[in-house]
T-cell receptor
Framework: AQSVTQLGSHVSVSEGALVLLRCNYSSSVPPYLFWYVQYPNQGLQLLLKYTTGATLVKGINGFEAEFKKSETSFHLTKPSAHMSDAAEYFCAVSSNTGNQFYFGTGTSLTVIP | EAQVTQNPRYLITVTGKKLTVTCSQNMNHEYMSWYRQDPGLGLRQIYYSMNVEVTDKGDVPEGYKVSRKEKRNFPLILESPSPNQTSLYFC????????????FGEGSRLTVL
């Protein structure tokens, strides 16, 4: 079975500072990887995804993530945090058949003014 | 507007009283699924459906039922709710391929007393 580990359930950064949210996965086959964001009282929405090709993936709102197969990682970064980035972030991997998605436990990002 | 609609958004009920949470999508998606979100556990898949009349168990199906009689609808049924089913529930849909993103509803917060 596939699994996703997000290190750090809570991350705080100052406004304008680098955002780094960590995600590691376990998969016996090439994975498809996703980052979702959840704002308060809302459903999840896609930030970015990696399927094939370029390992550096750019998403919405200035976020990007790099797929590193050797490290089985897919960390999410943003060069400069904004107050509106405060939310919960979930890393996810899908099965090869598209039947199932496996989510990490989430990282709550706080941005300090 | 493309969307996944869940109802009710909030519900308080008592142990043993059958309830149904409805989910409808207007994107002609093949795939639909249900998740529950609990603090510290992230999202866990309850059931999923690859197409009409095709459903399968996810990671935490105990105590739940689903049906997929129409492509757009995927209700979640709790025949005899118990307090451990108190949770935030999300319905999601996609085109069904492994690289496709999930589109989420806004969530249904269920409390079982």
């Amino acid at each position: 079975a596939q699994s996703v580990t997000q290190l750090g359930s809570h991350v705080s950064v100052s406004e304008g500072a680098l955002v780094l949210l960590r995600c590691n996965y376990s998969s016996s086959v090439p994975p498809y990887l996703f980052w979702y964001v959840q704002y308060p009282n809302q459903g999840l929405q896609l930030l970015l995804k990696y399927t094939t090709g370029a390992t550096l993936v750019k998403g919405i709102n200035g976020f990007e993530a790099e797929f590193k197969k050797s490290e089985t990682s897919f960390h999410l970064t943003k060069p400069s945090a904004h107050m509106s980035d405060a939310a919960e972030y979930f890393c996810a991997v899908s099965s090869n058949t598209g039947n199932q998605f496996y989510f990490g436990t989430g990282t709550s990002l706080t941005v300090i003014p | 507007e493309a969307q996944v609609t869940q109802n009710p958004r909030y519900l308080i009920t008592v142990t043993g009283k059958k309830l149904t949470v409805t989910c409808s999508q207007n994107m002609n998606h093949e795939y639909m699924s249900w998740y529950r979100q609990d603090p510290g556990l992230g999202l866990r898949q309850i059931y999923y459906s690859m197409n009409v009349e095709v459903t399968d168990k996810g990671d935490v199906p105990e105590g739940y039922k689903v049906s997929r009689k129409e492509k757009r609808n995927f209700p979640l049924i709790l025949e005899s709710p118990s307090p451990n089913q108190t949770s935030l529930y999300f319905c999601a849909s996609s085109f069904g391929e492994s690289t496709g993103e999930l589109f989420f509803g806004e969530g249904s917060r269920l409390t079982v007393l």
